[in-house]
């Protein structure tokens, strides 16, 4: 049973460039959370989604950060025109669909952010 | 909001025990306890539900005082495997965001 998937593993980019991370979750999850760490600091939690729906996005910067769960396809965290400040580890967490239960989150591998 | 986690850090000689501390100022629901080593992804360890249960698997065991709005994570016997960082998040109602603490780095020496 394949874990939690991250892709890219790494990425690079320029500043005012844009960054697409994607997350496919554990089979059988609905439930994708995103969260941030920077180096040497704890995760931060951005944003919580169901399929096709964000319940909580209290963690999202207000500009240039959005993120989506299709009813296909991965989960997408993306960054318009990136600034330095945004280099970071980008961690996904899947859970299941348990409604109004506290449930064990799941992380994937990261993909490690650096904005040159 | 963050819960702290105490101590920063602790370094020990394999076979030592060793507890880490969570507390947070706001009435929780559950508390989450992950690994991280240095570069991978946070590793799930155990999760426990409000009503003072404890938790635990061989040497790792977990304990959550819902009142205290405490956890406690007790290592026995440490292993050098044991060695990373270890968070608690802390979870206000079923089916939400954690928030984690800032961590706390355990090093096991042979």
């Known amino acids: 049973n394949a874990g939690v998937m991250q892709n890219p593993r790494h990425l690079v980019r320029r500043r005012g460039q844009e960054a697409r991370l994607r997350c496919s979750p554990m089979k059988g999850h609905s439930h994708v959370y995103w969260y941030r760490q920077l180096p040497e600091e704890g995760l931060k939690f951005m944003v919580y989604l169901q399929k096709e729906n964000i319940i909580d996005e209290s963690g999202m910067p207000k500009e240039r950060f959005s993120a989506e769960f299709p009813k296909e396809g991965p989960s997408i965290l993306r960054i318009q025109q990136v600034v330095r400040g945004d280099s970071a580890a980008y961690f996904c967490a899947s859970s299941p669909n348990l409604a109004g239960a506290s449930d064990t989150q799941y992380f994937g591998p990261g993909t490690r952010l650096t904005v040159l | 909001q963050q819960p702290v986690q105490s101590p920063q850090a602790v370094i020990l000689r394999e076979g030592e025990d060793a507890v880490i501390n969570c507390s947070s100022s706001k009435a929780l629901y559950s508390v989450h306890w992950y690994r991280q080593k240095h570069g991978e992804a946070p590793v799930f360890l155990m999760i426990?539900?409000?009503?003072?249960e404890q938790k635990g698997h061989e040497k790792i065991s977990a304990s959550f005082n819902e009142k205290k709005q405490q956890s406690s994570l007790y290592l026995t016997a440490s292993q050098l495997s044991y060695s990373g960082t270890y968070f608690c998040g802390t979870e206000k109602g079923g089916a939400q965001k954690l928030v984690f603490g800032q961590g706390t780095r355990l090093t096991i020496n042979p």
């Open positions: 426990l539900l409000k009503g003072g």
